[in-house]
């Protein structure tokens, strides 16, 4: 018997010093606990039967000579008593047994719930990352490449399941990039986040991006870097265009301005000696007054247009009915340079939904800019038409005057730009086709196209959705 013990003995320690050294899961806790008692069980058995098999006849023997002396209820209890201390141990080791078994079931547990709140945080972190269309890198201690989502892929072309774990020279082509990560893990502690602009080459086509760079640190050093990469390229030529505007607007107001104070001080010093003189200075200082009035006037509505906030009242009109009162005003512009205004117009019953002003005051500055730029004795043909097909109608304005050289082209249509070639034949802002477009355009979904060859004329057409 105390074989048994000790054995049982030898046995739990062993079961407790593998259990504390690696940890089993609930399922490996239930069979292990299920085969020490079988075993335990087995040994019992083993026991009882020895003692049995070793003492029946004497046991028989020794029962009929208590039972004849009436000793059979005495030995009875001391035989159940003796049996209670041979297997109290048994019982403490297998309370002792189950009691590490459901401590060892409670930290598995709370093992497997860690487990899954860490799993469940790394993906929702990836999701986030995944999600940002900024260029995200993280890379670790060693600069190499733990993490990075779709646009960072797409922008240094690589793919991120072949390049997990590689340092980020064999996987960033970008080398001033590359630098950039290093140096900020490099500088450890004390460098914790800075913002840089670096130029890339994306597609072909060069991209200013600030880079964000921020380590991730832990108690004692850097375990990581990330980097953000913010595409700014339109942003900087946003900040562009609005310094050039601000720059043309300038120039565009200086020069009314000044000759409206030129002549005012001419006339305030007396230089119109005679009525005639004083009128010439008093007509300069009205036609610059009114240049001055249509540069303003176009600025804000381009401004309105492009913010929105412009009013527009949509009804339906005849594109024909609005071209004829155009063309009646002018008239007089086209007859003082001897140039032959002609129309052809198609029925007036067709109609398009549109703010009557907007349309007449893009139709006047196409049919003013022909008959601007069209040397006398020249012709201006305004050509109104209907399209069954794509439900449009289309006004076209045609001239036989200096035309566009083809690199102009494609700028035609900016705020302030002008032909350079034309410049001497008219003054302008470079602010009425700009507002055309944005009328015809922005205001009415149609559109407004130029086809021109320089020393032969222009031709510009404005198109818009018929309703009916």
């Not at 200013?208 to 375990?223: G, H, K, Q």
């Not at 020393?455 to 057409?461: D, I, L, Y």
Request: net charge negative; aromatic share 4%.
């Amino acid at each position: 018997m105390v074989l048994v013990l000790a054995g049982a003995g030898a046995a739990y320690f062993a079961t407790t010093m593998a259990l504390r050294r690696r940890p089993l899961s609930e399922g490996g806790i239930n069979y292990l606990a299920l085969a020490m008692v079988a075993a335990l069980t087995v040994l019992l058995l083993l026991v009882l039967w020895r003692n049995v098999h070793n003492g029946a006849r004497n046991l028989a023997s020794q029962l009929d000579a208590m039972r004849s002396s009436g000793e059979i209820g005495l030995v009875m209890t001391e035989g159940v008593e003796e049996f209670n201390e041979i297997t109290r141990p048994l019982n403490q080791f297998l309370t002792a047994l189950r009691t590490q078994m459901e401590d060892l079931r409670c930290e598995s547990r709370e093992l497997q719930i860690q487990s899954r709140i860490a799993a469940a945080e790394k993906h929702h972190t990836e999701a986030i990352i995944f999600s940002i269309s900024d260029a995200v890198i993280v890379t670790n201690r060693f600069d190499e490449l733990m993490l990075a989502n779709e646009a960072a892929e797409q922008l240094l072309g690589f793919g991120l399941d072949g390049a997990l774990r590689k340092n980020i020279d064999r996987v960033v082509p970008d080398g001033t990039l590359v630098r950039l990560i290093r140096e900020a893990r490099s500088h450890g502690k004390s460098f914790t986040r800075k913002v840089v602009e670096h130029c890339i080459d994306y597609k072909g086509s060069p991209r200013t991006f600030s880079i964000t760079l921020s380590c991730v640190t832990t108690a004692d050093e850097v375990s990581g870097v990330v980097a953000v990469l913010h595409d700014v390229t339109r942003e900087k030529e946003i900040a562009k265009m609005k310094t050039d505007f601000v720059s043309n607007v300038s120039h565009e107001l200086k020069t009314p301005l000044a000759s409206i104070k030129a002549y005012i001080e001419m006339l305030q010093d007396g230089e119109a000696a005679d009525e005639q003189t004083r009128g010439e200075f008093y007509g300069i200082i009205a036609t610059e007054t009114d240049r001055l009035h249509r540069l303003i006037e176009n600025i804000l509505n381009i401004s309105r247009i492009e913010s929105g906030v412009v009013k527009v009242v949509k009804e339906p009109i005849s594109l024909t009915g609005v071209v004829k009162q155009v063309c009646d005003v002018a008239i007089v512009q086209a007859k003082a340079k001897h140039i032959e205004l002609t129309q052809r117009l198609a029925p007036v019953y067709y109609q398009v939904e549109a703010d009557t002003d907007m349309v007449s005051q893009a139709v006047m500055n196409l049919v003013s800019n022909a008959i601007k730029y069209t040397p006398e004795g020249g012709e201006v043909k305004v050509i109104v038409s209907v399209d069954e097909r794509r439900r449009v109608a289309v006004c076209e304005v045609a001239d036989t005057g200096a035309g566009i050289p083809a690199e102009d082209l494609p700028h035609i249509f900016d705020k302030f730009y002008r032909v350079k070639a034309n410049r001497r034949m008219a003054k302008g802002t470079g602010l009425g086709l700009t507002l055309v477009k944005h009328i015809v355009e922005t205001v009415h979904d149609g559109e407004l196209s130029v086809t021109s060859e320089a020393g032969k004329g222009s031709t510009f057409t404005m198109e818009l959705p018929v309703i009916g």
